[in-house]
Every structure is written in structure tokens, then in C-alpha cells.
């Protein structure tokens, strides 16, 4: 399967206990980067009081971005809590939940939703996070080596 997009968020600084903040993305998907006037990105990863839905797909976890609720958060393996899995419009996501919060986008996907999320707790989608993981390391060592030489 081809992964078209990957976000990784981190615990924001701020007040707010479900705010999560951009620090790396490979690709691009509109609905999830929603910026303000400072170019930040970030999202909310909490509770899901008010969506309203069929009883077999409500959720109790919501992501949503500066423009409302983005996705459900379904975690369909209790052995396995920290993978997930959401999706918007025809487009499915696969979500590792840890200290941060990483949401791979399969564009056009959401029909094979169900083999996808097999997959994914399978570990067939392990080699493409470990790819994406050290595409973050590599840029965090490049803010930090910029850092050092006075580059920012």
C-alpha cells in the first residue's frame, strides 16, 4: 500500500491537555494541515461528545484541527491500544498513538478501510513508520546542526 502523507505531532507546550503540534510531516493533506497566521499547525486529540452516528461507529475519541472535527479515532484491538485507525472524506488513516501522535493518510482508501487496519496490526505498515521516524530524526539533527552553526 502506498502511504501518501505522514504527520507527526508532539504534546503542545500550552495549556490545553489534547493539544497536539506539527513537528514533522512528509507530504501534504489539506483537511489535516490547517495552519493560523504564524504558519503553526497543530491538533486536538481528545474526547468525542457530539457525533452523532450509527452505535457501530461511534467513538470515543476524536481528532480535530482549526476547522472542526476531522475524524473518529476507532481502536479495534484492545491488545493492541496504541494503533488505530479514522478517515475523512474517501481518504484513510492509520494512527499510532503514543507520547505523540503519527496519522498516515491513504488517499482514496476508505473502501478497503477494514484490510487496511489488518494490516496495519499485523506490523505490514512497520518498515514505512520506521522510514518515516528516521525522516524526522534526520531533520531534527539538521534544525539542531543549523542551530549550532547559527543558521536560524
Not at 16 to 29: A, E, I, P, Q, W
Not at 37 to 47: A, Q
Not at 53 to 80: C, M, Y
Not at 128 to 143: G, H, V
Request: charged share 25%; with cysteine.
Amino acid at each position: 500500500m502506498n502511504i501518501d502523507t505522514y504527520y507527526r505531532f508532539e504534546k503542545s507546550n500550552t495549556k490545553s491537555k489534547t493539544r497536539y503540534d506539527l513537528v514533522f510531516n512528509k507530504g501534504y493533506y489539506e483537511p489535516l494541515h490547517q495552519t493560523n497566521k504564524n504558519d503553526e499547525c497543530w491538533i486536538y486529540f481528545g474526547n468525542n461528545p457530539h457525533i452523532k452516528t450509527r452505535d457501530e461507529r461511534k467513538s470515543d475519541i476524536a481528532i480535530s484541527t482549526r476547522a472542526g472535527h476531522l475524524t473518529s479515532v476507532f481502536i479495534p484491538d484492545i491488545d493492541k491500544p496504541n494503533l488505530a485507525y479514522g478517515d475523512f472524506g474517501n481518504d484513510a488513516f492509520l494512527i499510532v498513538i503514543n507520547v505523540n501522535i503519527e496519522i498516515m493518510v491513504l488517499k482514496g482508501q476508505k473502501h478497503i478501510q477494514t484490510t487496511l487496519n489488518n494490516l496495519f496490526l499485523d506490523g505490514e505498515f512497520d518498515e514505512d513508520l520506521k522510514e518515516f521516524r528516521a525522516l524526522f530524526t534526520a531533520s531534527k539533527q539538521t534544525e539542531l546542526n543549523m542551530v549550532n552553526l547559527g543558521g536560524k
